[in-house]
């Protein structure tokens, strides 16, 4: 059996907007030692072929200390190595892919169309094709079918198996059943996908080995897998250093603050975290102060507030009384406000009912 890794979507020199500039800096940092990783786990799984399969870089413009890390790294390898540029790092005149020198054993595809390369000496040979801009309407599995040459049959492709009608190399479920190939190694979908199987060909893509926003969370890695002309092993290997999570603390009943302490305590310091707040609250939140409490908890975290008023205050709303009326208005204006409005009008009931009531303002 052959023993590959397939990892895609790096993403290398992302800006992380949504963290501080000292953060984003240091998240750039991190990233580049996905490489080293990959690296280490190339050597200890003793894997001879590697596929990288698009958006290696998040843009055309890298930086000096990344591409001297990905050449040193490459440089070091044994492997195989097969790179197909995507749709964020396409392959053009000006692109690193085509202004720098390669290892030898490192294989650049180029061409918007598969090509072939053949690896005599494991009995295998691998196709791939490159995006040459950040978009490609045709598919880079169209009228292919790989030869029958008793050869491990690869592909290495950059593409979206979502929509046939994706500005970003659509490929069918019909193209890869034609495709004839014993392991198709797919990039662009940021989400692991688990081995799969149209007619005789295995497929997968990885997912990115690192998240870089809530929209990427969880544990993120490369596979490590083994083929021959009659099965595909596929393992996942995780390879991220943090972790976007998004978590739910419900209040109800508790104290703000000991609720969120005690969520907290349990997690990872290194993980970056999004905490939405629900259930009834006895008080306003002072949601910086919180935030404050929750920060040397996580790498970075940020606090959303959708608790409710609790639902005794609304016990009177169907009363004919100046109190129900005003619970009725309030009620009302809570439903159609945006998220953004609804804490100041839960405020206004509070304050509305401790006025009616002859009780002291509430905190």
Known sequence: MITFLHGADFHLDSPFHALSPEQAVERRQEQRQLLTRLADTAR???????????????????????????????KSLEAQVFISPGNHD???????????????????????????????????????????????????????????????TFGCFHGDTTSPFSRYGPITQDEIYHSCLDYLALGHHHTASGVRMTGSTYY?????????????????????????????????????????????????GQNPQEALRAFLAQGNPQDILRICLTGERQEDLDLPALTALATPYAYHVT??????????????????????????????KIAEASPEERPFLERAVRFGLAALEGREEPK
């Open 44 to 74: 200890q799984t003793q894997a001879q072929i590697i596929f990288l399969a698009g958006d290696l870089f998040d843009s055309q413009r890298v930086r000096p200390e990344t591409l001297e890390l990905l050449q040193d790294t490459l």
């Open 90 to 152: 396409p392959y053009t005149a000006s692109s690193p892919y085509a202004r720098l020198n390669w290892p030898s054993h490192v294989h650049i595809f180029s061409s918007p169309y598969p090509e072939r390369v053949e690896l005599p000496h494991l009995g295998a040979v691998v196709y791939g094709s490159a995006f040459l801009s950040s978009h490609r309407v045709d598919s880079p599995l169209l009228d292919f079918q790989a030869r029958d040459e008793g050869l491990v």
């Open 303 to 332: 606090l959303q507030d959708e608790t409710s008023l609790p639902q005794a205050l609304w016990a009177k709303k169907e009363e004919d009384t100046l109190t129900g009326l005003f619970l009725r208005t309030m009620a009302g």
């Open 204 to 252: 997968a893509w990885p997912g990115c080995p690192e998240g870089r926003g809530f929209d990427e969370t969880g544990d993120k890695g490369i596979y490590l897998g083994r083929v021959d002309e009659l099965r595909c092993e596929l393992d996942f290997l995780p390879l991220a250093g943090r972790q976007y999570r998004l978590e739910t603390v419900d209040i109800t």
